[in-house]
């Protein structure tokens, strides 16, 4: 008990911290922040299906995807709004409508199991990124634009900037709160064996519903305010292979069996990719990927796990 | 602990950055003594748009180096300043590129060059306006752009959807006159805009549209829509359509004997490789030529078109198309305001210039209009022709350096 | 009529070179239960050695065939020895398919810093010979490209069917524990598997550059292709890559005749995700591990 209010107490403390950093950093600092934050948000919503269940999405863009565009269209039905109200209505479009197309492929899609899963979230997200671009009522190939919503009074980064912190912040509670709960073990009970998990009696179809429908929401709110901070998305823009490589290979870097993990893999490879080799022009894709070889392959539990078996180490 | 790592990462950046500084000024010492402009921006070296993103950045990088290298500088304000640019890749994606922008922003660059393609430049825009820092650039045509009351973004070509009445006016000029058009667009947010602004131009002018054909952005195989165009039989088919994909519609064509009175590819033929790849079957073929080596434009920084084309080529190896051109322009134009101006700290002021600029420039007139494209009439692009293996500038009249080949020879008489 | 056998035969031809250009990543997918995602860097790497052997050397693109694939088996068996290997014993399938993103990613920015980013095309001088039956129109290139194709599949076939060398790779495919026991060097079929596999990639790539225009951006393209070949086909099984290229190269042409060419690849993806939802092991397909 008294470990969880610890716990809780530095999460709230660093949390305050990183929300008046904006007022000593840099625009650009900030910036990188903000991209910081919306990584670790992909990558731990991709991490709550993936971590918990070991199914792994190839195709999560397609909820960034969707809450993107239900942010902008659903935007264009309240152009007057209060720019409050309008956030507000962009971020529920973005968690209803993911969470929506969430509930209606999670049934069929979720009954493959491995790289038959992995492979139909790929499909989901071509599919659904092709239609948006081929049906004129999207808009999604010319583009659509977003409105500031940002006040005058606000740097408009620091205003993301604590838009997607918080955001983070409410994902990373439901994942520790996920983890601590029946749901929880049953979804860890399916990682490590489904089939004896089922007979054990555990409601495993259900379960991972409520996790990939979880999963998929709030990526798609965290989509919404994407859209938002770049102010123009296209079909390709929001829709990217990338962008679901990124998740992966975040959670990964930083370790997949901490809650951390993805936040930490985000924070590395971003400060690596933005900060470090930002300014090489020509060569910084080669040690991008000489880095992610270089991860695998000598911290393979990733970064999380690299620090807690020198802490056993040390122990003994 | 993320908070830690961060901070470690973002001192290792800033004294990479120093670390490459003081590289690079070791090598020109002599030079440091002259002030310098900075140009920032970035580039998609990567991902989608690396190819463009490789001649935009070898366009920008030839003005400057004439400038420091043959001119020693450029006066401003009575005093001789250096060109500098500080560009970096966006690898083709607008989260990266908006960061990235941000930080020159902050580290206080005054003046930006653009990047290429809508989805990225937008974006970016939005920080410069908001910073109250010009943009010249000459990769985002999307009307977008031009249509939000933006004030410090301008744009070298007129607006996507303008982009093309060139070819449409010079095909309504030829005799006899064209009766029925197809027309190909992909579904870009450049092509897109242009296709549909063509038929909007074609229908105006009292043309017949016979059929349209909307394509997916990357194309592999367009053989069900060539066994249509033979059926249709149009005089005219013109392509909206990105270089590689013109290369891959007139071979087909050219392959499957598809024969049309005109073929027309927004994008193509201008580009050595493509003539090249099409030999022979690439005769007759048009295109509109935003900008060509051979314009016959004096310059206030090169003395003429021809004489930037004449550096650009001894120091580079990659082919010149327009893109070169256009992003040279971009810094001329910045060249011009920032001499009328006379200091360069005051980037509103170099906004005002801008926005009244009347020159000629090794591209053409740089006039923009009160949204900041480029004028549709003054700014408009040539219409070419390949003719004898080179493309020669059919349209208008007082460019012209050939008549137009009118019907072009069947594919099967080559 | 006429445009319905046009349609037809287009489709098929264009089919064939889905099927060539999918049978090393079905081939990985299946032994090794590995998504490879550097399935289309070797495809574009065919391209590209192709360019250079006929615009350097001068050596017709069909020739430069043999000898590219030696080159792409070498450069597999590298890759797979020195980097997939020590990934695939991590356990876990992921950290598979990373490193080879890490390694798309290098070759990527290796195959643009040499080649730069342009557009490149091989257009030998039989490039644009157009045969006529009846009505219908046939590019030479194209059926050149289709014949060859299958006779590289053919080739593969016979390979995994009759060599001693191919017995041992479907018998890891089926089972590697029971292969081991019968004293097989998982290892070293993996490695062998794995240059195989880039070697025919490498060759439907020379196929490819001979076609279509290409970028080193292009791989992406070539990865998914394959992906939805082999799904659609069957995993592991070469007719089911041979089937499922024909189908999706019919389905294509088809959609772009009748319904819009705008929608062709959102129908090639949706036949993709409806296979998986109903079919899973494809039309050919049977169960294999990673499925299990």
Wanted: charged share 15%; glycine share 10%.
């Amino acid at each position: 008990m008294a470990r969880r209010i610890t716990i809780l107490l530095l999460a709230v403390l660093l949390i305050a911290a990183l929300a008046i950093l904006p007022f000593f950093l840099k625009a650009f600092y900030v910036r990188v922040g903000l991209s910081i934050f919306l990584s670790a948000g992909f990558a731990v919503c991709w991490w709550l299906l993936a971590g918990f269940t070991s199914y792994y999405s190839f195709g999560h863009t397609a909820f960034v995807g969707i809450g993107a565009f239900a942010a902008a269209l659903a935007l264009r039905a309240v152009p007057e709004a209060a720019p409050a109200l309008q956030l507000a209505w962009a971020l529920g479009a973005g968690l209803v409508v993911a969470g929506g197309i969430a509930t209606i492929i999670a049934w069929p899609i979720l009954r493959l199991r491995g790289h038959y899963f992995t492979i139909a979230m790929l499909a989901v997200a071509l599919v659904l990124g092709e239609a948006v671009a081929a049906f004129p009522v999207f808009g999604g190939s010319t583009g659509l634009a977003l409105p500031n919503l940002a006040p005058m009074s606000v740097r408009v980064e620091a205003f993301f900037y604590w838009i997607a912190l918080a955001l983070l912040a409410v994902v990373l509670a439901i994942a520790w709160a996920i983890s601590r709960s029946r749901l929880g073990y049953g979804l860890a009970a399916i990682r490590e064996d489904e089939d004896a998990a089922q007979m054990l009696g555990v409601p495993t179809t259900r379960f991972k519903v409520v996790a990939f429908v979880l999963s998929g929401a709030l990526t798609g709110s965290i989509g919404a305010v994407y859209a938002l901070n770049l102010g123009y998305i296209t079909s390709d823009s929001v829709f990217r292979g990338s962008l679901s490589l990124e998740m992966i290979v975040n959670s990964l870097v930083g370790g997949m069996g901490s809650i951390l993990g993805p936040v930490i893999g985000a924070a590395v490879m971003t400060g690596v990719t933005k900060l470090v080799l930002a300014d090489l022009l020509e060569y910084h894709l080669a040690i991008t990927g000489i880095l992610i070889i270089a991860v695998v392959l000598l911290a393979p539990d990733g970064i999380v796990g690299l620090w807690r078996r020198r802490r056993a180490r040390e122990a003994e | 602990m993320v908070y830690r790592i961060t901070r470690r990462g973002s001192i290792k950046a800033v004294s990479a950055t120093i670390g490459i500084g003081t590289l690079g000024a070791s090598g020109r010492v002599a030079a440091q003594t002259q002030p310098s402009v900075i140009f920032g921006g970035t580039i998609p070296f990567s991902g989608r748009w690396a190819e463009i993103g490789q001649s935009v950045h070898a366009g920008y990088q030839t003005v400057v180096k004439y400038v420091n290298e043959v001119k020693g500088g450029i006066d401003i304000g009575g005093k001789r300043h250096r060109l500098e640019l500080r560009l970096v890749d966006d690898a083709s994606d607008p989260q990266r590129a908006t960061t990235l922008l941000q930080k020159q922003i902050d580290d206080d660059v005054r003046f930006f060059l653009g990047s290429y393609s809508t989805p990225i430049i937008l974006p970016q825009v939005a920080l410069t306006e908001r910073a109250r820092k010009p943009m010249v650039q000459a990769g985002g045509g999307g009307d977008p752009i031009f249509t939000q009351g933006y004030k410090f973004v301008f744009g070298m070509y007129p607006r996507a959807s303008r982009s093309a009445f060139p070819a449409v006016d010079a095909f309504e000029a030829l005799s006899p006159k064209p009766k029925t058009f197809t027309v190909v667009y992909t579904n870009d947010p450049f092509s897109k805009p242009q296709g549909l602004g063509v038929i909007e131009r074609l229908k105006e002018k009292g043309m017949q549209v016979v059929k349209v054909f909307e394509l997916p952005a990357q194309l592999q195989d367009v053989s069900a829509v060539l066994t249509s165009v033979r059926e249709d039989a149009p005089d005219i088919v013109m392509c909206l359509t990105s270089d590689q994909n013109s290369l891959l519609i007139a071979r087909q064509m050219a392959q499957s004997r598809t024969d049309v009175k005109m073929l027309f590819t927004s994008l193509g033929p201008q580009a050595a490789s493509f003539r090249e790849a099409l030999g022979k079957y690439a005769g007759g073929i048009t295109c509109i030529s935003t900008w060509s080596p051979t314009f016959p434009y004096t310059d206030p920084i090169f003395g003429s078109t021809a004489k930037f084309a004449e550096y650009y080529r001894a120091n580079n190896t990659l082919p010149l198309i327009y893109h070169q051109g256009t992003a040279a322009a971009c810094i001329v134009a910045y060249v011009n305001a920032l001499q009328t101006v006379g200091r360069t700290d005051d980037p509103i002021a170099v906004r005002d210039a801008l926005a009244k600029l009347d020159i000629e420039s090794l591209y053409g007139r740089i006039k923009f209009t009160p949204q900041g494209d480029g004028d549709p009439v003054l700014m408009g692009s040539a219409v070419t022709q390949v003719q004898g293996g080179d493309i020669k500038v059919i349209a208008p009249e007082r460019l012209r350096e050939a008549a137009p080949q009118w019907p072009i020879e069947p594919w099967s008489k080559r | 009529m006429t445009a319905l056998v046009q349609t037809l035969v287009n489709g098929l031809l264009y089919g064939g070179i889905l099927s060539i250009a999918a049978v090393g990543f079905s081939l990985i997918f299946g032994v090794m239960s590995v998504i490879n995602l550097t399935h289309g860097i070797f495809v574009i790497g065919g391209a590209y050695g192709a360019l250079v052997a006929w615009s350097v050397l001068g050596i017709d693109p069909l020739l430069s065939i043999p000898p590219l694939m030696l080159v792409a088996f070498a450069l597999g068996w590298g890759c797979q020895r020195l980097v997939i290997q020590p990934a695939v014993e991590r356990g876990n399938p992921v950290a598979a398919l990373l490193v080879t993103f890490g390694f798309t990613l290098i070759a990527v920015n290796l195959l643009t810093v040499t080649f730069s980013s342009s557009v490149r095309s091989i257009s030998p001088s039989y490039s644009f010979i157009n045969l006529r039956v009846g009505d219908i129109s046939i590019d030479l290139v194209r059926l050149v490209a289709f014949a060859c194709g299958l006779a590289l599949i053919a080739i593969l076939g016979s390979f995994l069917r009759f060599s001693r060398w191919g017995r041992v790779i479907r018998a890891t495919a089926l089972s590697e524990l029971g292969a081991r026991l019968c004293g097989v060097d998982a290892r070293a079929v993996y490695a062998l598997t794995f240059a195989v596999a880039s070697a025919f990639a490498a060759a439907s790539g020379v196929l490819i550059g001979m076609m279509l225009p290409f970028t080193p951006a292009e791989e992406v393209t070539w990865t998914v292709y394959a992906f939805i070949v082999v799904t659609l086909g069957g995993v592991g099984s070469l007719g089911g890559a041979m089937l499922g290229g024909l189908l999706l190269g019919l389905v294509s042409t088809l959609t772009q005749t009748y319904l819009g060419a705008v929608y062709t690849n959102m129908v090639m993806f949706l036949i993709l995700l409806v296979t998986l939802l109903v079919r899973p092991n494809g039309i050919l397909g049977s169960a294999f591990k990673a499925s299990r």
